[in-house]
């Protein structure tokens, strides 16, 4: 499999293709991440999916063995994720049945042709068969046998290997047949954040906003709104008017703390500028400056460099953003 096109063709399907087109390049790549050991990977990517489109789970197992490869691995792993709870629960005995029937059958040269439709199942074996070799490899528990077929394909079928009970639990461990590593990781974190571009959320209120960064963070508090009264008295020593969106968010909390990636925001007693320009941040990496009557928030990164949002809310929109793609 060639990584870079895979994720280049998902990131593309993700942002452009239609409904469909995404919900089944997102269920490939979830099933291919558990299938190599990288469930928490898997979950991220379908329970953003689901948050984003409001789509029901069962839009990304549209087959019979899509759902028998994702029972098997839950029971490898002993727990259900929570956007699981919406599957309906299989008889794995019965399941285990079937898909040893799935791998002994031999491949028709009509299989496709109908779309995997019931009129596709029905007419698949008036057509000439053969074996088939990833089949029969999954069959024998051969992962490497299937990981050197497999590895040429561009979306390589994990859903057969990950439906076989006897090696859902050598998956779910982390045998990463495929020798993926840590690009899951990368390639998930891609798609979440195609996913965000695709379904911008709706931030709501400043109280709404940061109660959202707050969750993502983990948990704490932020201090008690400013009054009025204290922000106008900063206005006066500041000698200037602070622009309408940070006196919203003042009005809400009176400056925020830090994270491991996010300055700690300053109070109203401790705001401060030189030279027209508004320090609101400890350490200094979060500025205002004003062009006429046009205020702009600056955000000083050491290793990103300066980015100029037109407005505070807009760095506050990006900070939950940012929290919510590498929740």
Not at 266 to 290: D, H, S
Request: glycine fraction near 10%.
């Amino acid at each position: 499999m060639d990584r870079d096109a895979y994720l280049e063709g998902a990131i593309r399907d993700v942002l452009s293709g239609d409904d469909a087109t995404l919900d089944d390049r997102i269920a490939h790549a979830a099933l291919l991440f558990a299938a190599s050991g990288a469930m928490a990977d898997a979950d991220r990517l379908v329970t953003h999916w689901h948050a984003l489109t409001e789509r029901p789970v069962t839009a990304l197992i549209p087959s019979a063995v899509q759902a028998r490869a994702w029972a098997m691995l839950f029971e490898a792993r002993g727990a259900h994720p929570d956007w699981a709870a919406a599957m309906i629960p299989l008889d794995l005995d019965a399941e285990e049945r079937a898909h040893d029937d799935h791998l002994a059958r031999r491949v028709s040269d009509l299989d496709g042709l109908f779309g995997g439709s019931p009129i596709g199942e029905a007419v698949s074996h008036l057509g000439p068969s053969r074996p088939d070799r990833l089949r029969e490899a999954v069959a024998r528990g051969d992962l490497d046998a299937w990981a050197e077929i497999a590895s040429r394909q561009g979306r390589p079928d994990v859903a057969v290997l990950a439906a076989t009970r006897r090696l859902a639990p050598r998956l779910a461990g982390g045998a990463d047949p495929l020798g993926l590593g840590g690009w899951t990781e990368l390639c998930a974190g891609a798609l979440v954040a195609a996913l965000y571009e695709r379904y911008p959320p709706d931030t709501g209120s400043w109280r709404e906003m940061i109660g959202g960064i707050l969750r993502l963070r983990g948990g704490g508090t932020a201090p008690p709104a400013a009054s009025l009264r204290t922000i106008d008295a900063a206005e006066a020593r500041l000698g200037l008017r602070l622009p309408g969106d940070y006196r919203e968010f003042l009005r809400t909390c009176d400056g925020l703390p830090a994270d491991v990636v996010f300055p700690r925001l300053l109070g109203t007693a401790e705001l401060y500028a030189e030279g027209g320009v508004v320090v609101i941040a400890e350490p200094a990496v979060v500025l205002l400056t004003a062009a006429g009557e046009q205020w702009r928030t600056v955000e000083i990164d050491p290793a990103l460099g300066t980015t100029v949002h037109p407005t505070f809310r807009a760095l506050m929109e990006r900070h939950l953003l940012l929290l919510a793609q590498s929740a």
